[in-house]
Structure formats: C-alpha cells, structure tokens
C-alpha cells in the first residue's frame, strides 16, 4: 500500500512551521503511523515528494504498544496515539496528516512540551496525604482512574481548557479519582476543594474528552464518581456508581 | 528497612548535594522516595516522563510471600524458588534481603493506595512461573502501570516540597569518573540541546539493554542501552551479560515483541503444537509438575526444540479458549484487546501463534548486595543492574528488585553520609551545575541505526535460545569485522561494538548451560561455572573473569 504523509514540520520551538509531504510504501494491508514514522526515520534513502532528502523526524514514542501516552500527535485533525491508528487499505492513494498536539508549546516536529500537565498535579496537590484505604469497593474505580497515560489527547478537544487557565481538564481526573476514592472522608477535604475548584467547576460535561480517549477510560463514570465525593460529599453514593 | 523507618532528622539537610538519580521507573522512583522521605535532596532525570518508563508495561504482577491464600508460604520459600529459578547463580544474602524486604513492599505499596486485587479484605495471590505456591500480588493486566501511578503521586509530593527535582526529558549521556570515583552526570536537555553537568553521587536506573536489540525485545524504545554502553567502555564493572531472558511467548508487532503474559498460564493456558494432526500439549508431558509454568528458560527452550521436531509442525500456540470469561474480565482485560488489535485473533475463541522473544536482561552492571558499582559514589538499580536474579528471572521478581534496589542503593547513601564518609567525588558538591557547550563532547552524537541494527543482528545469531562455541566465535568475529571497517564510527557506535564484544565474551566463555543461557556444545549444567562472569574493558580489551558466589550468612 502507498500513502502520503503529510507532516508540519519545525526544527525547533522558535522556528516556523512548515509542511513536508513523504511518500510511504509498504506490502502491508495494514500498519500503524508509528511503523511509517519509523521506517521513513531508519530509511537512508529517504527523499519527500519532491525527490528532496530531509533530516529524520522527530517524534517521541517508547512502549508502541499504546499504554504509555508517549506518542500522542494529532492525526487526520483528531489527537491520537501514533502506534495506536491503524492505517488500511482503501484502494486509492491517501494523505495521512500529522502535527503535533497543539495545546502544549512546540518543541519539535511532532514533539509538543507537556510537562504543564505534570506541573498543574503539582500545584493542584495532587498526592496522598497519607492513610489511603484499600477497599474492594475501591478497586474498580482505583484501578480505571489509575490507567490514565498522561497522554494530553483530552485536553487537545477540551473547548474549556487553555494552558494557563484555572481548569486543569480531564488528564487531571485520573489522579484526582484515585485518591478520592481511596481517602476516608475525614481526610479528603483539601482534594475535594481542589478538586471541585480546578476539575468539577470548569468542565462543561460535553464528554469530547470520552471519544478520544485512547486509554478507554469511562470518563463520564470517573467524573460522576469523583463529584459524589468531592462536592456532593456522599462517598456511599460514590461506592455505587458502576460501570 | 523500609517502612516505619525513623527519620534521621534534618540535621543531615543541606550539608550534603543532591544526589542524581538516572531513569524513573520503579527503582529510581523508590530511591528518590526513600532519599526525600529521609530529608535528602535528589535530582530525577528520564529521557521521558515516569509515565512512559518501561516499568508502565508490567503486566502480571509482583511477588510477595504475603501468604493470604492458606498455603503456608513464606519469605524462604520465596528465597529458595528465586534461587532455584536463577540456578543458583545469584547472590544468596542480596535474594534473602530481595524475598524478605517484599513483604514490606507490598505493605508500602497498599499504604501508597495501589488497588492490588482483593477479596474479604484480603490481597489475592496468584500463580506465576517457577514457583509452586501462590505468591504473586496484581491489578489485573496492568500491574506495572498502577503500581507506577501511585509512585508517581508519591514523588509529586516531594516534587512540591522541593526535595525532588524533575528533569523529564533530559538524556544522560555519560557519568563523570575519574580516578575510580563518580563526580556526576552528563546531562542532555532533549527539548532545548542545553548541556549541564551535575555534582553527585548517582544512582543509575535506567533500564535494561532493550535498545542493543531493537524491535526484537517486548520492552521500551528509551532504553537504548547508550549509557551502558559508554559506562562499560570507561571501565565499569558488568556481570553476568550472557543471560538474557527470552519469555515464551510473544509476537511481533512493528518495532517490538509483545508480550502474552505469563499469566495468561497462570490462569490455566496451554501451549500445544500440531502432531500427526492432533494438537500435542509437549509442556505438559514433559513436566507434570509445574507443566505450562516451568520457569521461562525451559519453556523457551522446549517450544526451540518442539518446533524443530520433524513430526512436529513449527507453529507454537497457546490456547486460551478455556480461561473463564471471569478470568477475561478480571485478569487479562487488555491482553484480549490488544490480540484484536494488533493481529485479528480473539484468544477466547482461537489459538494465539506465538514465539520466544527477549524479555529481561538478568545481567547487567556489576553491583554488591547495597548496589554498589565497581567506581565510587555510583550506585545502580533495576534492570540494568545484575543482581537478584542469577541465570533466570522470575516472573514477578523484576518490579521487585527494582524497587528493593533502589531503596538499597539509596539506603547506603543516607548511611555514609550520616556516618560522614564522604567519598572523594563531594569535593564538587554544592558547587553548581556546568554548562557545557555540544561540541565538547563525543558522547553526544548518535549511533546510526544502520549499524544498530546490524550490531543486533549479529548478537542474536551468538546469544539466541540455543547457542554453541562456534555460533559466538562467528558473531565475534563478525562484530570485529565491523568494528575494523570503519576508523570513522563515532563515540557512541564504538561504545556499542566494545559492548557487544562483551556479551559475546561472556557467552563464549560460560562453557556449561545454566538457566537462559544454554550452550548445545555444553548441555550440562557445571559446578565449576557456579561464578559470576565479570566483564571488564581495560587497555583496549574486553576481559573476562569468573568470580565466586558469596555463601549465604546466617543471620
Ligand atoms: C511487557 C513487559 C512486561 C513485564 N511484566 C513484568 C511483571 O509482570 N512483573 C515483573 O516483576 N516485571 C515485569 N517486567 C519487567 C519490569 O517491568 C522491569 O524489569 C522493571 O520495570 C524495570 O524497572 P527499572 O526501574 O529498572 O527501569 P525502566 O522502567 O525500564 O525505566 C528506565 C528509566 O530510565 C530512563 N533512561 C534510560 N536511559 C536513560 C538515559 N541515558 N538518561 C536518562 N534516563 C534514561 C528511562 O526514561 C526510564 O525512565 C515486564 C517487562 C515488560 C517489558
Ligand atoms: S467533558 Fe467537555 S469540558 Fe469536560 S473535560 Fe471533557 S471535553 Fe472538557
Ligand atoms: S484521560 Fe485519557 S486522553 Fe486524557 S490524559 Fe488520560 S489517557 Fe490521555
Ligand atoms: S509509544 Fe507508548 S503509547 Fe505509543
């Protein structure tokens, strides 16, 4: 199969960005954008459309398995994980878009800075005062909380998040849910205010984070649990929300 | 000790720099909880976030004798299987501390609010290779990556307090020694090129050699192996770098192997191949006993052997169609997905084809029982160090010595700076970091992954599942081809062809077979070769040395 990739290119973050086009060929049916990256990356040869060499692209990625959130890019305008979108044959050339996610800074080529995301955990206070209680009401909503990838993809769709802003969007909900769910009520009372400030008052509850989610995780539950909590303060009410 | 430790009092704050901490996945994320939580300062590089550490990947569990399911298990035990398991190869007194601090793991670990399945208030066990009782602490098909949030939510905490320092796309790219002493790190800045060295005793944890072998292994694209490989080229101590750790059963999917993990056996798998049109269970024939579960060594070897039996066809599969739907849902959620995913095979309704792939390195940077390195000052924990696991790696044991040898390694930091012995590299300590400019620096430059590549393809004709005296000479001889071929190989690709030299050294040289590494030329398993390899580059060549096994202490 043969494809075009288009990607917005940038040596670095204060160069301008520019499209490059490569084309791609594989005997395949089938294959991931991260195997493209990476055999156009491994191939010597390597020319664009124009027959013109150019430098490796710079890209991150580290487990290709889709369970550490490294790869995260926008593909055909929708953010995604690289190793995860499976490209298959349609019969006809086509143009595969990359850029990288726009709401962090540009670092490089396909490389966006989101170390905000890890800074906002920070500030928000995000971590167990101790005493957490391991319940097996728990469990469940621990452990679906807990598969966040800190990927970002989430908030690339949120129409309420801006970097800088006062609502830290949804990758802060994994964190966030775990340990809500896991502290006994006389002690989550910091998380509860932090939580409803920066998570529950800012989101619109359009659930545009759900569809992109490349982690699956249910969203809509871990928001619906943690606001029982947090700002409804009633942690049995929390203890029934299943799947 | 590990928890419930008294802290030492900030008396010992601010006297002392920070110590570099190089990789966060599970053992740089235990040092750096233990130094923070003991008033000690540290820095945390990772060429990524800890969120993308291979560590993440973990799938089936952590192995604790915690005894929750009336089997009468005890750390011992857990001594003896691990023991067995790396053929006797691993220091006695390192696994007795490695079987006994995992009880106090686990308790750290449920403190810390990780959801390890429960029933009745009650952690669950599980089985896993190589070992006859249940021992095995999970959350489903994700262990690692659960046990890795809640470590990351603890270091956020000491992040804020400003005890831990971040640096999370940040490339180390050589440790400073000089005259057998560490005097820091080399840092690289990924995002902006930026160079700086740091002051301070180090601990490296920064994974296996997964990068020597791309896409041949079932772990992370970080590892690269290029810190190895320069730490060995300037003298560092390695051991024990012939074990390499093939796991059963994997496929291959671009640019990895992944991984069904063993727990898809524990649960009750069966591997089985096709004999005169029958499928024919060999694991189960062959060891009634622990059967499908025998200890990944063997089982690699076997499904080797099978698929080259002429009355046998060369497909191994593992049929998974018997696990309960309970067993799907719980357990190996994601495996199931994954196999849809990647390959169109539903393991509840099909079999899965599936071959050995290189899974563990169990050896590694050379380390005593407090992970020291050969130099002074640096320290080494996780996987890229060799400790803990002798021959063969259990399953579950990995994430385990990691997080023991972190807390050890920065156990015996907090101890000699208390007693004030302090090594000769703290001269520097306190006094800043350096910039240094790109050019000054060979190490910076990246190998070429045309060489990479063909570097590992010749390893793996010397350091497969079976291997003999003349498959590793011909890889010898072949990477002493390449290395001659070109004067012009930069810093990085000589480091890696002295380091390949290395490992095939090391196999060449072990003439017995003991747990992965098996020598058709040499099928028994000697006595004699009961020693540590212990390889070395000095004057310009590889050297290796067989070294004693300590005996156990009694306590
Ligand atoms: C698919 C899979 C499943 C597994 N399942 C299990 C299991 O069920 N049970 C078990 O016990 N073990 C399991 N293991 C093994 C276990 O996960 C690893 O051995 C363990 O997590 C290693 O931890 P670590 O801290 O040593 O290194 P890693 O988690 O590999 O982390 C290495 C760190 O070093 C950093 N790094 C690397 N090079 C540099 C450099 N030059 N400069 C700066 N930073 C650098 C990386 O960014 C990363 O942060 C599994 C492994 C895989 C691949
Ligand atoms: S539900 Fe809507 S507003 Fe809330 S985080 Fe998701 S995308 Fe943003
Ligand atoms: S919630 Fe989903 S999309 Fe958002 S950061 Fe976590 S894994 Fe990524
Ligand atoms: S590389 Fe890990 S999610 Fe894609």
Redesign the pocket.
Known sequence: MKIILKILRRKDAASEPYWISIPYETDEAEFSVASALRAINEDTERRDVNGEPFEPIRWEC?CLQKKCGSCAMVIDGKPGLACDAMISGTGKERTVTLEPLKTFPPVADLIADRSSMFEELKKLKVWSPGGLKLSEEAEETAYDASRCLQCGCCLEVCPNFHAGGSFAGNAALGPFTRLLAELPKKDNKELSASYSKYVFEGCGKSLACRDVCPAGIDIDRLLVHSNAIAVWRRKSAADKVKN | MLTGMPGFGAEYMGDHGAVNI????????SAACLLAREGFSCRL????P?E????????????AALDTMGEDDRPEEHYNDTLKGGVFLADPNAVKRLSEEAVRVAAWLQELGVPFHMKNGRVVLRNFGGQKKKRTLYSRSS??KIMMTALIDEVRKYEASGLVERFPH????RVLIAGGSCFGVR?KDLYTGAVCDYPGKTIL????L?GIFPGM????A???G??AACLFSEGVVFSNLEMIQYHPTTLGIPGKRL?V???ARGEGGRLFVMRDGEPWYFMEEKYPELGNLMPRDVVSREMYFTARREDCGDTVYLDLTMLSDAAWEEKLKDLREELIHYFSIDPMTGPVPVQPGI??FMGGIDVDIDHRTSINGLYA????CSQYHGANRL????????LVG?HAAALNIINTEKAGDMPEADHLTGSGLYPVSPEDDPALAEASPVLVNRLSDILLEGLGIVRDGQSISAALEKVRAAAGENPDYNLREKNRLILAEAMLKSAGSRRESRGAHYRSDYPETDENFRRTSAACYEDGEVRIAFRSIPERRES
């Open positions: 580290s | 190089i990789g966060a996945g599970f053992a740089g994320l590089f990772s060429v990524q800890s993308r550490a291979q560590s993440v990947l973990a799938e089936g569990g952590l192995n262990t690692g940040h490339e180390c790219v840092i944890c920064c994974g296996g997964t292994t079932t772990g992370s970080l590892n690269t290029d810190l991984l993990s063993e727990a899974h563990y924990a996780g996987e890229c399953g579950g044991n990995s994430m385990l010595g990691a972190g």
